[in-house]
């Protein structure tokens, strides 16, 4: 069969040489010469007519001497035959919606987010069949699900649309799988997602059939530029500090900001048009501006086995232990002034008083140093609130202390209240 096909071409590039130059048509090439489509999945899919894809093909390069079994037939004698040319494997653009067609049987997948799982056995695409796709750090992705707009997470042995963040296992990286095909690995162990029919488990090594993903392109997500909120929870661990002024895109809208004194930092910046994606902890600080362009404050970190001394926020007094109470009236750093730190879990510190050397404890309406323990109510949190300044909450109720002249009690539900929240720490 293969001496018959060189020999059919010698006779065509012969003949072509004996007349005026004109365009290769069908009428002088044997349709037998023109390899078929690829087929899908496997065995004949990288096969032409007569050689395998890694042969060389004789219609572009010509047949080199030693193998053409003593026909010579020169290169580019048929350049002008057109070879079919597979199509490009598929991605995933941020910024488009997109329907996904499962591996195992061909279905559209849906966000069944009700049921906890994606699944792929739909014969056509709906409301939860529509994916977003958004941008995620290093080249990964993020997919909103068509249900409730919520990320995608996957979570071992399902992939679940019920997320308001991007984080470690709401990104997914896209590797090319054939012809308008792809593979998605998810963001938990890094294991390929595979389509089992009545779920999605992100679980494989290598990538088969139920792995590979027809993607097919919807239209454009709508591009409305939006404060994004922060999600419940964000930037509520120990020794996290959360701002909401700060700009970090440059569009002159507010981004909620997180920083923490191991160095890490986060952003939701507005303004990408189609999701709220949080960039967690590796956001850059010194992008995000305040309205007066000042950057973010470095964190207060108050250093664990050190003496300090406190200065209210209420008439910039120090603070002294009484015995029966904490109060901030003094001009003066002297014994009764100076606390002591110990790291207490968490995130969190305890203080000994300088009177008795007994620890502090948030009674909630006073703060008294006289626990020969350390508890929970001896056991407070401190976050940095820019400008030197820190705001400190007790262990009783979660309430924010406050120097209220006569007294610190820890009775306050937020920060903002004012200067009577605040507390500037002095080491000794």
Known sequence: MRLLALATLTATAQALQKEEPRPITDATVDP????DEPKEGGGDADKFHGWESEDVNPLEHGIPDGDNHGIDIPKGDL??????VPKPPATLKPGTIVALKGGKHGKYCADENHNGRIICNRNAIGGWERFTVVAGPNGK?????????????????????????????EQFTVVPAGPERMA????????????????????????QGWERFFVQVIGQAPKNVQACPRPNGWCSHAGSQYWAHFDCNGDGIPDPYCQDPKGNVGTIPSGNGYSCPSIWPKANRNACKAPNG???????VVPHNRWIALRGGRANKWCAD???????????????EKF??????????????????????DESNTVRCNRPWIKGWEKFFVQSLGGGRVGIRGGRANGWCADEGHRVVCN????????????HVHLL
Request: proline letters at 4%; one cysteine or more.
């Open 141 to 169: 992705i993020g997919l909103k699900g068509g249900r409730q707009g919520k990320f995608c997470a996957d979570e071992g042995n399902r992939i679940i649309c019920n997320r308001n963040w991007v984080r470690s296992w």
């Open 322 to 336: 009484e015995g029966n109470r904490l109060i901030c009236n003094r001009g003066w750093i002297k014994g009764w």
């Open 32 to 35: 037998n010469l023109i390899p």
């Open 294 to 300: 000042a950057v973010p404050p470095a964190p207060v």
């Open 340 to 361: 002591y730190t110990v790291h207490a879990g968490g995130g969190k510190i305890a203080l000994r008083g300088g009177k008795h050397n007994k620890w502090c404890a």
């Open 412 to 423: 306050r539900g937020t920060t903002s209240e004012g200067r009577w929240v605040t507390f």
């Open 184 to 207: 998605l690995k998810g963001g938990r162990h890094g294991k390929f997602c595979a389509d089992e029919g009545n779920t999605v488990k992100c679980n494989r090594n290598k990538v």
């Open 79 to 84: 350049k002008d035959v057109m070879i079919p």
